[in-house]
């Protein structure tokens, strides 16, 4: 079943019908939408069925759909880049499509058909190539989600289901760009909780996340950094992304114990570290480390990483009455090399030692 192949139907938007392109300069993130989208339905008669691909469009839904009241949904992020020749390049789709299913299982969803959902993938892509962004940092973002959408307010599973890929033309996810965010150390509202569903990439965890948000922008800050639901002491994650942290002349990130994302950039990160001969760990730090780092001069930097926000460099950090700058505010060398070396690679311009490149058409 999970390597069936699936027959999609195209139904495409007529040559005279097409959107204007947006300006590249001004793309924001998320808010343009290609001229198509994927979409395929799931019941336990059929299993996955009726695949299209179609003009971008809304749906239809009962009221009742699960997904309005108990919030049945999960969801992927992953770019294609355009390389030189105009050849178009995935990064790394099938590793987002195996966590997607991590998520589906933790979610009490159906699993996907990995290859069949990839080649769908490729195809609308192909067709919406021309929304490939060729300028530097700017790129298309590719958004599969699934949401449950049987029409029942009796709280269980649904019993059918929508899958679709919708994508977006988008440039830098921060208004900084790739210069250094200020982040506030949450130590109230927490994330995600051992047991719960924060290693999957589910709405709720991100809509749970808006209230400490929203407070931290109003204090000037750009995300939020989460510490540990038990203990408020061990750091998590940002916001929106995984994090590094350089301490002397180690590259460490918190282990993935359940409580945060598994990254394709972190795994991604680690792994070009490796290359690299530089040393890496995963493990749990906490808190007053950083401030004691800090205090000593032993942290050289900070950085988060993430699909959307690719490699972000800390420039500040505020947890309670301390403000700690890094690196004097600046990017770092390391997030710098990361950011360098992670965009050249996506564009091509490495050798593909890792075999994460899938070519479109
Ligand atoms: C991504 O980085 O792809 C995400 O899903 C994070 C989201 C908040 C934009």
Known sequence: MLNKEIEVMFNKVEENQLKEKPDQ?????????????????????????????????????????????YGQEIFEGLKAYRAENDQILLFRPQDNLERMNQSALRMCMPRLPVEGVLKAMKALVYLDRAWVPDNAGATLYIRPTMIATEPALGLRPSEEYIFFIIMSPVGAYYAEGFNPVKIYVEDSYVRAVPGGVGEAKTGGNYAASVKALTEAQEKGYTQVLWLDAVERKYIEEVGTSNIFLVIG?????????????????????????????????????????????????????????????????????????????INNGKSGELSTFFFNELQALQRGEREDNHNWLVRVG
């Open 249 to 325: 002349d180690e590259i460490i990130t918190p282990p993935l114990k359940g409580t945060i994302l598994p990254g394709i950039t972190r795994d991604s990160v680690l792994k070009l570290a490796q290359d690299h001969g530089y040393k890496t760990i995963e493990r749990a730090v906490t808190i007053d480390e950083v401030v004691q780092a800090s205090e000593t001069g032993d942290l050289k930097e900070i950085f988060s990483t993430g699909t959307a926000a690719v490699i972000s460099p800390v420039g500040e950090l505020s947890y309670q009455d301390k403000v700690i700058r």
């Open 25 to 69: 300069d001004k793309l924001g993130f998320g808010v343009h939408f290609t001229d198509h989208m994927f979409v395929m339905h799931w019941n336990r008669e059929l299993g996955w069925h009726k695949a299209e691909i179609c003009p971008y469009q809304n749906f239809s839904l009962d009221p009742a759909a699960m997904v309005f009241h």
